[in-house]
């Protein structure tokens, strides 16, 4: 018997094999979490670049017309499939008068007379987006007219590459947005800005 056990540990046929098999699965998780990075990172890529494509025909008078915006959302979404097939995209356009407007976000300017701190009891402001109200942002969800300054946005979620995400505390699903910011050519004037009175 102690014989048989000094021969077995001298053996050394089997280790590689048993060191293969503790180091495989680390080493594949690794590996498909690089995999899946990587995958992440291009999509971005891609998105941002397809976005910055969009946002400059989008800048064009011909643009203007809904079929031809539909034309530019579908190429961002083809861009995007091609790499995520079953994902969801979201576009949105948000236009502003210029873009220190929609660098702030800010609420549209009004005379506060009663100090409230909100346009109300008759008090003038100016309506920047043309809403017929007064509004906390001044943006308008549409792609403006000339001059504007419009933000171009994709939400974009698709499930993980692998679906070992979860041991890794990671959601199954991938979830990224890109946006850029363009004016209009000033292919026409610029809307003038109407002076209402709040409600």
């Not at 056990?5 to 590996?31: M, S």
């Not at 109300?120 to 308008?140: K, V």
């Not at 499930?159 to 363009?182: C, D, E, Q, Y």
Request: one cysteine or more; proline letters at 4%; hydrophobic letters at 40%.
């Amino acid at each position: 018997m102690r014989h048989a056990l000094h021969h077995l540990r001298a053996h050394h046929a089997g280790v590689t094999i048993v060191e293969f098999g503790l180091i495989a699965p680390v080493f594949c998780l690794l590996l498909m979490g690089a995999m899946d990075l990587g995958h992440s990172l291009y999509m971005q890529s891609v998105l941002q670049g397809a976005l910055q494509k969009a946002a400059r025909d989008s800048t064009l008078e011909s643009a203007s017309e809904a079929t031809r915006r539909q034309l530019i959302d579908d190429d961002i979404e083809q861009q995007v499939l091609k790499l995520a097939n079953n994902a969801t995209v979201q576009i949105t356009r948000t236009s502003f008068r210029d873009y220190a407007r929609a660098a702030n976000r800010t609420k549209e300017p009004f005379t506060d007379t009663n100090g409230s701190g909100t346009c109300d009891a008759g008090e003038p402001y100016d309506d920047l987006n043309n809403s017929g109200s007064w509004d906390i942002d001044n943006g308008q969800n549409n792609s403006g007219g000339a001059k504007d300054a419009v933000l171009l946005s994709a939400n974009v979620s698709y499930p993980r590459l692998f679906p070992m995400a979860k041991l890794a505390g990671l959601p199954i699903n991938v979830t990224m947005n890109a946006s850029t910011l363009l004016v209009n050519q000033p292919y026409g004037e610029q809307k003038a800005v109407t002076t209402r009175n709040c409600p």
